[in-house]
């Protein structure tokens, strides 16, 4: 078995679509001008590990993704983060696989169904985790499959899938810290090894939270080409509305130059001026939460990049007692999520650091509860000893980071719907064309939207047992409760 390349100079830079056949020798896959293609093995993205040797599927931290021949068969690899995906075909007769669901569909001449009402419930059972999301995504043929975290396998014996190796055990603090400090610079050393056709830079981002402070602290000494930060935070209480509102300070610059780097200060909301690939973020998630990076990924570039960011964090180093512990990456909201269609486009491979190691999560909680932290810990709501000890530790002083919890998405309303006029009248036009929306609804779904941003952040039943600030309602959920074994719950509308 043998890769047969094929450069398509009108493919997104990043993307790769393989069709496989069994007693066929080669494996032809048609990529774009920034895939790494090597005799044995190809690779959009990163690893820990040597690049010339190729073992990406061996790897337990990977960002991109690629494939690997062995032993007359191929191991196509995924990410190690839930926020990329591969796609796949259950034919095995003639086996498709891509990094894109458009290509894949596309390289199918097949199609998703528009009148599906089952997309956002497939979308949101990422956050289940690994080993409890939905993998079928409907088309118009069928089917095809979604894979997260696994790696494929197609040989003689068909397809099957393989988890990554595990991550050693953290018994302590100090092995947690050499681990993540090994990966980080392994997975820079990778992904500028000499050895590749193109180099990649490395950016990062940086807010007040914990989780990019401590990544950059660990990262700041193999150097870091660009860090952005974006000085405002998202509205109160509030999904964008696209009116102005109160944002707090996330300015991330003074941390920056604590560790030694430079901070480039982006908006976010730079969208709202210049939107030219907003498509492709709506390719990649109904509930798109991921405007807020839109300025990065508008930069022009010769070459692609490796962006770091720190979702998931908020799992990772979790506090609370309560908390479920286990090692399958489900996730609390889609962020990160949305920008999987858009990096291939932009030639971008986005590393959500806090996915490595992650599959040791129950040994990250102990850890965090342990005596040993107790001088990094902070006994309040937003509190999480280990990344806080990481940077405090490289030089930054406490009170600059993890005061309050904040965020930079673009949390838009219910029903999502494009943002941009030419855009929205393109999907409208659509919608109407199948059948699947009204002119009444059209203009309706602005007051549908204002009314689902009250019930989400203001509606009576959010306070069901707080009977001095709405007592007249609290008296009635209560009497609902006793009549009707529940309380009073508000739905929000059209969310399908």
């Known amino acids: 078995m043998q890769f047969a390349y094929r450069l398509i100079e009108d493919f997104p830079p990043l993307a790769w679509v393989a069709t496989c056949q069994p007693g066929v020798e080669a494996v032809v896959i048609l990529h774009g001008r920034f895939v790494e293609t090597l005799p044995h093995f190809f690779v959009e993205g990163a690893w820990a590990g040597n690049f010339a040797e190729g073992q990406i599927h061996n790897a337990d931290t990977v960002f991109g993704s690629g494939g690997v021949l062995g032993d007359g068969a191929v191991t196509f690899v995924s990410c190690t983060a839930t926020t990329d995906y591969l796609y796949h075909s259950d034919d095995v007769k003639h086996f498709v696989i891509a990094n894109s669901l458009p290509l894949l569909l596309a390289r199918l001449g097949d199609a998703l169904q528009p009148a599906c009402e089952d997309y956002s419930r497939i979308n949101m059972s990422i956050l289940d985790g690994i080993h409890d999301f939905i993998s079928g995504i409907p088309t118009r043929k069928g089917h095809v499959r979604r894979v997260l975290h696994s790696n494929v396998h197609f040989g003689p014996e068909g397809i099957s899938l393989a988890e990554k190796p595990l991550p050693p055990g953290f018994p302590q603090f100090e092995e947690y810290r050499g681990f993540m400090q090994n990966r980080i610079g392994s997975l820079f050393a990778n992904a500028r090894d000499p050895a590749r056709h193109m180099p990649m830079h490395i950016y990062s981002t940086q807010s007040k939270g914990y ?10 000494s193999y150097g870091i080409d660009k860090v952005f ?82 979702f998931f964090g908020d799992v990772v180093y979790g506090d609370k007692g309560d908390e479920p512990i286990d090692s399958y990456f489900q996730r609390t909201d889609q962020s990160g999520l949305g920008l999987g269609e858009l990096r291939v486009h932009c030639g971008f491979v986005q590393a959500a650091v806090p996915y490595i190691g992650a599959r040791r999560r129950p040994d990250l909680f102990r850890i965090t509860h342990s005596d040993e932290m107790g001088p990094w810990r902070l006994n309040n709501n937003y509190d999480r000893p280990i990344p806080r000890r990481i940077a405090e530790e490289a030089g930054v002083p406490r009170e600059m980071f993890g005061q309050t919890k904040l965020a930079s998405i673009v949390h838009l309303p219910s029903p999502n719907v494009p943002v941009t006029a030419a855009l929205r ?21 602005p007051f549908v939207q204002r009314l689902n941003n009250w019930i989400y952040w203001d509606n009576p039943s959010r306070y069901f047992y707080d009977r001095r600030k709405h007592p007249l309602l609290w008296y009635f959920s209560y009497a609902c409760a006793r009549l009707f074994g529940k309380p009073l719950l508000i739905r929000m509308l059209w969310t399908r």
């Open 211 to 220: 989780d990019s402070t401590a990544f950059n602290a660990l990262a700041a």
């Open 229 to 310: 930060t974006s000085p405002a935070s998202k509205e109160n209480r509030s999904f964008y509305l696209g009116i102005s509102s109160d944002q707090p300070n996330d300015d991330g610059t003074a941390i920056c130059m604590a560790l030694g780097l430079i901070c480039t200060p982006i908006d976010r909301l730079a969208f709202k001026s210049q939107l030219v690939n907003e498509h492709y973020y709506w390719a990649s998630l109904d509930n798109n939460q991921d405007l807020n990076l839109n300025a990065i990924h508008e930069q022009e570039t010769l070459r692609p990049f490796l962006l770091l960011t720190g």
């Open 425 to 445: 009248s393109e999907f409208f036009g659509y919608l109407r064309q199948q059948g699947l929306i009204s002119l009444a609804g059209i203009l309706l779904l």
